[in-house]
T-cell receptor, first 115, second 114 residues
């Protein structure tokens, strides 16, 4: 069974702290990894994508990928109350032959940033 | 540039009624997807269309049909709605459906089946 697992939380951090969100996946053939943010009652929106081992930074967000250990993480520096949302990890999985690979989604981690 | 649009935003049906959820994108994307999201179940793929003229089943296709009307539009039909189909439905699109493709989501349709 190809799965993506996340701690459901809630993860509670004070304003200005670093929030660390983790995701593990089972399919060693996965190539692409995505972090989406979903506010309550809204649709998922892309925060970061990462394809190679190591760190990728974009503003206050850093994605970290370790394919050998099969985990991907998202760090949010200087957390703000507006970061309070559910963060979804998505990993590309097997689909039809060729490029039709489908995303496998985690259930999400709820983050609460307290003023 | 509206991105991905969905209609309606909310819908209440009675068991056995039918309806079609509409989705359109203006990003010239080739691939389109229909998901449902339920508490504790996460996002589950219902159907997808890798390109105009093709559709394929996802993880939970039973009770649904789809039509890729043209490159822009991808509709989801419930022929005989059941309470188990109460959910939030999201349409998404991506450029080519490849491994590194980013999926962009519409605002969702909140469906209740009584």
């Amino acid at each position: 069974q190809k799965e993506v697992e996340q701690n459901s939380g809630p993860l509670s951090v004070p304003e200005g702290a670093i929030a660390s969100l983790n995701c593990t996946y089972s399919d060693r053939g996965s190539q692409s990894f995505f972090w989406y943010r979903q506010y309550s009652g809204k649709s998922p929106e892309l925060i970061m994508s990462i394809y190679s081992n190591g760190d990728k930074e974009d503003g206050r967000f850093t994605a970290q990928l370790n394919k050998a250990s099969q985990y991907v993480s998202l760090l949010i520096r200087d957390s703000q109350p507006s970061d309070s949302a559910t963060y979804l990890c998505a990993v590309n999985g097997y689909g039809n032959a060729g490029n039709n690979r489908k995303l496998i989604w985690g259930l999400g981690t709820s983050l609460a940033v307290n003023p | 540039n509206a991105g991905v649009t969905q209609t309606p935003k909310f819908q209440v049906l009675k068991t056995g009624q039918s309806m079609t959820l509409q989705c359109a994108q203006d990003m010239n994307h080739n691939s389109m997807y229909w998901y449902r999201q339920d508490p504790g179940m996460g996002l589950r793929l219902i159907y997808y269309s890798a390109s105009e003229g093709t559709t394929d089943k996802g993880e939970v296709p039973n009770g649904y049909n789809v039509s890729r009307l043209n490159k822009r539009e991808f509709s989801l039909r419930l022929e005989s709605a059941a309470p188990s189909q109460t959910s939030v439905y999201f349409c998404a699109s991506s450029m080519v459906g490849g491994a590194t493709d980013t999926q962009y989501f519409g605002p969702g349709t909140r469906l209740t089946v009584l």
